[in-house]
């Protein structure tokens, strides 16, 4: 895939963000076209190197570019060419300088500049798609699934502006379209089926095999020539006029009817001349060979009669008639098709696999009923009304997501497991289930390797703590439908240990839209940082700052509770519960004070986790790393940990103590240097400060320790070590002067090269 790989970094030089399409040789739906990236829509960098390679090196997948602002790109798709449609629209318009890109005669793409007037839109009937916005293009040398290879006219660094005319003229066809399907809505069934046949359904559906079974009428224009085909044309024309259709869409009609025969002058002629009353009898429906083939008496058709359920039509005086919107009906309708839920006055769909916000996409879903429908009136208000029904006639009191504590939506299906027998299954996605997240990864047990496991996880930590680094996403996932585990987690380690690749690895499993990335200060100081974790199956803080930690009751509460109040800007509050597993990292753990250091409560909250070792940078490595079998293996692993942890508890469970230790020891050059020199078992002693003090800066010279970490006055010195239990005092000396000290709590360790000189004091001259 060189060639792919060099035309994505001629794309991402010209501006343009590429992304993965699925292979021409695909099996699911749209081969070589759909995105394999999640919230692709999204992207507003372009991949490196590195991930241009794991997405394309020893793949056979296609090459795709973002449309809109963020890659100054959109794109008029041409699938049909209309002569009489393009040639008004590009009516004293000069193409020569337009990027053009094809791989059959009569389909292409035009790649122009992003124009923000440019919407995205898709009007197949038309032959046309326009991908602005959120837009997916194919881009050359990708296949196409018939085995054409996309070609490129023109260079793309120097496409242009699309005319402003341009633009003008597709939206006044487009919405004419609109315009004329609105009519076909309100003529007879016959008619729109033979529309449909003709103009919009290239397939009779599915044959046993899953194959697409071609429509032959499909673009078939035979059936409006000779006389037969201009009779039935005078049939279709004259039930559009009765149904209200004007001279544009009639002319749009006649367009796409006769192809590249379409004649203006005659076809203004012939039109003026067919009488609306006269439309065709049943009789005459029923003895076209082509039309009655759309002709079937007490037809149910469904998808006919929800829309007819959504309006009604009053034909006023003048003869003009109004579309009324039933607006119960529409409510019903929308939800039945996005599979619609109502929670703390929150609306949610069904996609993909899970419940997500769904207020665009219900109003988006009203807008296209209406236009379907023929409505034309303001929507603001009507949108209101039915968002008010969604949301209070059948709402949910109680939380409705994640309830279910043995199953885990995945890409690929719903992993369903059994936490007393330990058996593994993949079942499909399902709404009843009621997720309102999804793992990035899929699962396959026929596939799965122990890659990651041998050449990543047994790599990073000692033998001993291997537990840890699968206990992490286990109980994240737990949490998901289940009481807090009441632990997070700290990660130390240095640069090119293995941290970052490890989150990495969370990354794929779990997917970036189900990881949150807020620190322990925006928890404790922003009341709106809660709701980033709603439906999180993480909160993950890389590079934890090295800044004193002073209040903890925030944090001691997110990891103890289930149940929390979702505050949102301009929302009323509502309760929810927040599953998402604490992780932060750093090179050396936060320092904190003498508060924090004797909350109990806050240490037993920690576990930690150390990365002791140092790595070789490979480029290539995740490339490898995270093949789909590897990280379906890797998940299988921590499936297992789950059974085991619902079985048992926690694998691994330190104490408040030992993760105190660990982090102070980690933490604070200084208590290093008093772990290091004292001996706490026998008495303490006095120092002079400023010999402390220069122990200490001797001390971390010779251990190569970051001396911006040590006070540089005794007064600082003081405040810092006042929570290990070293006092500042003001003894007398052995020679009756008073001087100023710390007292120690234990005494130095013999042969301790940096030991302070102990102060001989008068109440141990007068002991002896």
């Not at 703390?344 to 916000?357: M, S």
């Not at 590079?543 to 979702?566: Q, V």
């Not at 009323?572 to 909350?599: E, I, R």
């Not at 971390?700 to 070590?721: C, E, F, H, R």
């Amino acid at each position: 895939m060189e060639e792919i790989i060099d035309a994505a970094k001629r794309y991402r030089a010209a501006g343009i963000i590429v992304h993965p399409l699925s292979s021409p040789k695909d099996h699911k739906p749209s081969p070589g076209k759909r995105p394999l990236l999640s919230r692709w829509q999204k992207l507003a960098t372009n991949p490196t190197d590195e991930e241009l390679d794991n997405y394309f090196v020893k793949k056979d997948y296609n090459l795709g570019a973002v449309c809109g602002k963020a890659s100054d790109l959109m794109v008029i798709d041409v699938d049909w060419y209309i002569k009489g449609m393009w040639d008004d629209i590009l009516k004293g318009v000069d193409t020569s300088d337009w990027v053009k890109q094809h791989r059959t005669s009569g389909r292409w793409h035009w790649l122009f500049r992003f124009n923000p007037a440019f919407e995205l839109k898709h009007a197949k009937p038309l032959g046309i798609d326009l991908l602005g916005e959120a837009g997916n293009v194919v881009m050359s040398p990708s296949i196409h699934e018939a085995g054409n290879v996309y070609k490129m006219d023109g260079d793309i660094t120097k496409r242009p502006q699309i005319p402003n005319k341009v633009i003008s003229s597709l939206m006044k066809w487009l919405n004419t379209y609109q315009e004329l399907r609105m009519t076909l809505n309100r003529s007879r069934p016959a008619f729109k089926d033979f529309f449909e046949s003709v103009f919009v359904k290239d397939d009779l559906g599915k044959d046993v095999d899953g194959n697409k079974i071609p429509n032959p009428m499909y673009h078939d224009l035979s059936v409006f020539r000779d006389m037969e085909g201009r009779q039935r044309m005078l049939h279709i024309c004259a039930e559009l006029m009765a149904n209200g259709a004007d001279q544009k869409q009639m002319m749009l009609f006649c367009m796409m009817a006769f192809g590249n025969e379409f004649d203006r002058e005659n076809s203004a002629y012939q039109l003026k001349k067919i009488d609306p009353g006269a439309t065709a009898k049943t009789a005459s429906i029923k003895a076209d060979p082509v039309l009655s083939q759309f002709h079937s008496p007490g037809r149910s058709d469904p998808i006919e009669d929800e829309y007819r359920n959504y309006y009604s039509v009053d034909i006023g005086a003048n003869g003009k008639a109004t579309i009324k919107l039933n607006l119960a009906a529409i409510a019903a309708g929308v939800t039945k098709k996005l599979i619609v839920i109502s929670y703390a006055e929150q609306l949610y769909i069904y996609q993909e696999g899970c419940y997500v916000e769904g207020l665009v996409a219900i109003k988006s879903e009203i807008q296209n009923i209406a236009k379907t429908v023929g409505y034309t009136g303001p929507l603001s208000r009507i949108t209101s009304e039915i968002i008010h029904y969604l949301t209070y006639e059948t709402p949910h009191n109680e939380y409705p997501f994640n309830q279910i504590d043995n199953m885990i939506p995945v890409n690929n299906g719903v992993v369903k497991f059994n936490f007393d027998t330990g058996d593994v299954e993949l079942v499909p996605h399902d709404p009843k289930y009621m997720f309102n997240y999804k793992l990035h990864a899929d699962f396959d047990q026929s596939t799965m390797s122990d890659e990651i496991h041998e050449k990543m996880i047994t790599k990073y930590v000692a033998p001993e703590h291997i537990d840890i680094l699968y206990q992490i996403p286990a109980q994240a996932l737990l949490q998901m439908a289940s009481e807090p585990y009441k632990k997070a987690y700290l990660i130390q380690g240095d640069p090119n240990a293995g941290k970052s690749t490890y989150l990495q690895l969370l990354e794929r499993v779990f997917g970036m839209e189900n990881i949150s990335a807020e620190s322990l200060q925006s928890l404790s100081e922003n009341r709106f940082a809660k709701a980033n974790l709603e439906a999180k199956t993480f909160n993950i803080f890389d590079d934890m700052s090295d800044i004193p930690m002073s209040e903890t009751g925030t944090f001691k509460t997110l990891t103890g509770k289930r149940w929390h109040s979702i505050e949102k800007k301009g929302k009323q509050a509502y309760m929810a519960p927040l599953g998402a597993l604490h992780v932060f990292t750093c090179n050396a753990p936060p320092s904190f004070d003498k508060k924090v250091k004797n909350d109990t409560a806050f240490w037993d909250r920690w576990e930690y986790a150390f990365f002791p070792y140092w790595f070789e940078k490979d480029p290539d490595f995740t490339v490898k790393m995270f093949a789909p079998e590897n990280l379906s293996g890797f998940l299988y692993r921590v499936i297992k940990k789950m059974i085991e942890i619902k079985r048992s508890g926690l694998v691994v469970r330190s104490s408040a103590g030992e993760v105190r230790e660990m982090w102070s020891y980690n933490s604070d050059p200084i208590y290093q240097f008093l772990q290091e020199g004292l001996d706490h078992e026998r008495k303490g002693v006095n120092v002079a400060k400023e010999d402390l003090l220069d122990s200490i800066f001797r001390w971390a010279l010779a251990n190569d320790v970051d001396t911006g970490k040590i006070p540089s006055t005794t007064t600082g010195l003081t405040q810092s070590v006042d929570k290990y239990e070293v006092y500042a005092r003001r003894p007398v000396d052995e020679n009756g002067v008073r001087i100023h000290t710390y007292e120690l709590p234990g005494a130095w360790k013999h042969g301790f090269a940096f030991a302070a000189p102990v102060i001989r004091l008068k109440t141990e001259q007068v002991k002896l």
